[in-house]
């Protein structure tokens, strides 16, 4: 039986192709996830021009837009980028729900990582510490768990043809 455990930082990485997705709403926040997200994946191998990004209005989109891209076939993960912040309404329950689900549907049907990096706080100074602040930055981590999956789908796919 074989384990697979990627304890190591070995990714292999080489030659895939990454789209990210990222909401408008809140970009002073999502564009510092996304900056992180993007030196992760280049520290590792991923050239700029095998990332393609596209933004959408906000963190309620992400789910369309992101499975307009896995199904594209061109990609081996997806990565989504958004902050919903609580305000004085549902609304923060009904978008990140929606988002929630949407993103993880698309992930399921389309058998493709889609990496959930939606930041969901109970303010701006909680989004602000998870984006490079003392709580490091969320996009890195994003993007760390993508060259993950990807290393892990590329293994699985291997043992299965070899199987």
Excluded at 5 to 27: C, M, P, W
Excluded at 68 to 94: D, M, N, W
Aim: aromatic share 6%; proline share 2%.
């Amino acid at each position: 039986m074989a384990i697979f455990d990627l304890d190591t930082q070995e990714y292999k990485v080489n030659g895939a192709r990454v789209g990210i997705v990222s909401a408008r709403f809140n970009h002073e926040i999502v564009e510092k996830l996304v900056a992180a997200a993007m030196e992760t994946l280049g520290d590792n191998g991923i050239e700029e021009k095998a990332i393609q990004i596209i933004r959408v209005p906000g963190a309620f989109e992400l789910p369309l837009a992101t499975q307009t891209l896995a199904r594209k076939g061109e990609f081996e993960a997806v990565l989504a980028f958004g902050a919903i912040i609580r305000g004085g309404t549902p609304h923060f329950e009904y978008v990140a729900g929606e988002c929630t689900r949407g993103l993880g549907q698309v992930a399921l049907d389309e058998q493709l990582p889609v990496l959930f990096g939606v930041l969901t706080t109970d303010d701006q100074a909680q989004a602000l510490a998870r984006c490079g602040g003392s709580d490091g930055n969320k996009g890195h981590e994003v993007a760390v768990a993508a060259l993950e999956m990807i290393t892990l789908m590329r293994q699985l796919g291997e043992e299965r043809r070899n199987g």
